[in-house]
């Protein structure tokens, strides 16, 4: 039966992705993967460390599956940036001690997950860091990139179940604010606009 196995294996690594492929997707995908790590470490150096490391880990481990290849990048990039700052992440656990989510809605990932992901990187990194510390925005970052459950981002950040719960609390509320002002500003514009066009132009007119 030696030949169904040489086959099979044949077949099997047909479907995994290449050394040139995962080069390729990091190369693509590398303003995604930056912002990524950037919003996890709050530094760009780091942010951009932590994406060749990641690409270093894919290669050098069991290749992944070509079709989950960009999926698969970004945990590995995730991951590398959770490495890189986890002292920093774990120092913010005692301000969640005595704070609990009482948001329903925030234990799931919920369908709208790719919106999410959306107005996160329609922000301003650096706005983001400045609103958000470093153990929120990982909770944000792997709720709304990769869709991690509560208890996968405690063992990811290695900090408790609560601990994850208030965070993500804070990093949702946060997220919902700033979507309902970006709906805001958005409504007032086309408000605006509307009004400027009803409005007749009066400038450069004379009797």
Same mark, same amino acid.
């Given at each position: 039966? /030696?030949?169904?196995? !040489?086959?099979?294996?044949?077949? !099997? &690594?047909?479907?995994?992705? &290449?050394? /040139?492929?995962?080069?390729? *997707?990091?190369?693509?995908? #590398?303003?995604?993967?930056?912002?990524?790590?950037?919003? =996890?470490?709050?530094?760009?150096?780091?942010?951009?460390?932590?994406?060749?490391?990641?690409?270093?880990?894919?290669?050098?481990?069991?290749?992944?599956?070509?079709?989950?290849?960009?999926?698969?990048?970004?945990?590995?990039?995730?991951? /590398?940036?959770?490495?890189?700052?986890?002292?920093?992440?774990? *120092?913010? !656990?005692?301000?969640?001690?005595?704070?609990? *989510?009482?948001?329903?809605?925030?234990?799931?990932?919920?369908?709208?997950?790719?919106?999410?992901?959306?107005?996160?990187?329609?922000?301003?990194?650096?706005?983001? =860091?400045?609103?958000?510390?470093?153990?929120?925005?990982?909770?944000?970052?792997?709720?709304?990139?990769? #869709?991690?459950?509560?208890?996968?981002?405690?063992?990811?950040?290695?900090? &408790?179940? &609560?601990?994850?719960?208030?965070?993500?609390?804070?990093?949702?509320?946060?997220?919902?604010?700033?979507?309902?002002?970006?709906? /805001?500003?958005?409504?007032?514009?086309?408000?605006?606009?509307?009004?400027?066009?009803?409005?007749?132009?009066?400038?450069?007119?004379? !009797?």
């Amino acid at each position: 039966m /030696s030949w169904f196995h !040489e086959k099979t294996n044949g077949a !099997e &690594s047909r479907d995994h992705a &290449s050394e /040139s492929e995962i080069l390729a *997707c990091f190369r693509d995908e #590398r303003d995604l993967m930056f912002r990524l790590a950037l919003l =996890i470490a709050g530094d760009t150096a780091i942010a951009e460390q932590c994406v060749v490391n990641a690409c270093e880990t894919t290669i050098q481990g069991r290749s992944p599956f070509r079709d989950w290849l960009t999926d698969w990048a970004k945990s590995a990039t995730i991951t /590398s940036a959770i490495t890189k700052t986890g002292n920093a992440i774990r *120092c913010c !656990e005692p301000a969640y001690a005595n704070l609990h *989510c009482t948001h329903s809605e925030h234990f799931s990932c919920g369908n709208d997950a790719e919106q999410r992901m959306s107005v996160v990187f329609g922000i301003d990194p650096s706005a983001l =860091i400045a609103e958000l510390d470093p153990l929120a925005r990982a909770v944000l970052v792997l709720r709304t990139a990769i #869709r991690a459950s509560i208890q996968d981002c405690a063992l990811r950040l290695n900090v &408790s179940r &609560s601990t994850v719960l208030a965070a993500n609390c804070r990093a949702m509320t946060w997220l919902h604010d700033t979507q309902r002002q970006r709906a /805001s500003d958005e409504e007032a514009a086309v408000r605006t606009g509307a009004q400027s066009i009803r409005e007749p132009a009066h400038e450069g007119l004379s !009797e």
